[in-house]
């Protein structure tokens, strides 16, 4: 399982991030979104990553471009996946390929190498299952309900705004603390114990209920 942050906006978080061992690092280029980041920011610390031969892929969110114009930022940003959130048409898929890149996109439209579950999404996007791509589990994750996110399987954990002090701004002592709950998750296993969340599991199946308000009772210790 790999864990993926998205909503990276300065390279001083991204170096610590990738040193720390997150596997995907984020960059929203969608206009409206609050963590928006300018193509030339973003290729900034993509550099930045380079020079310090960070291993993190590095991801382009897109809900609004073209195919053309998602094409011309990952190159000047010189990132190598595109996560197309939105519902993909297959034309979709097959042109972003053909440009080279990994691409991702939500599940219920056209599948790439990857499909994503996003709990801020309805229709088909809210129904985790196994699928014969890499499969994203993200929305409103953090370590509140992290054992019913992981107990799932998906390949990657994408995580926001729970590693966020103040809107868009990313925290990396929030990130620490995310990470070393994660990593004892992932070390032990999980069974779960909780009320209403966000994420519920339910055989195999992922179910968001309108993401209800509410805290869950979450518990960690070794699956049987």
Known sequence: MKLKVCGVSDA??????????????????EP?????????????IAAALSA???RARLVGVFVSQTVDEIVSVMR???LGVVQLHRRATENDVAALRAAGFEVWTLAGGALGDGAI??????????????????????????IDNLAEAVSLGPDVIDVNSSVEATLGKKSIDLL?????????????????????KSWKAQSNV?????????????RLFPAK
């Open 12 to 29: 001083e978080f991204a170096l610590e991030a990738a040193r720390l061992g997150v596997d995907y690092l984020g960059f929203i280029f």
């Open 32 to 44: 409206s979104s609050p963590r928006f980041v300018t193509v030339e920011a973003a290729a900034k």
């Open 52 to 54: 310090a031969e960070c």
């Open 76 to 78: 000047e940003a010189r």
């Open 117 to 142: 579950f996003d709990s801020s999404h309805g229709d088909g996007e809210k129904m985790f299952s196994r699928l014969p791509c890499k499969t994203i589990l993200a929305g409103g994750i953090g």
């Open 176 to 196: 620490k603390e995310f990470m070393a709950v994660y990593a004892a998750h992932i070390a032990h296993g999980t069974a779960i114990c909780y009320t209403t």
């Open 206 to 218: 992922l179910v968001n209920p309108a993401r209800p308000s509410g805290n869950a009772a979450v």
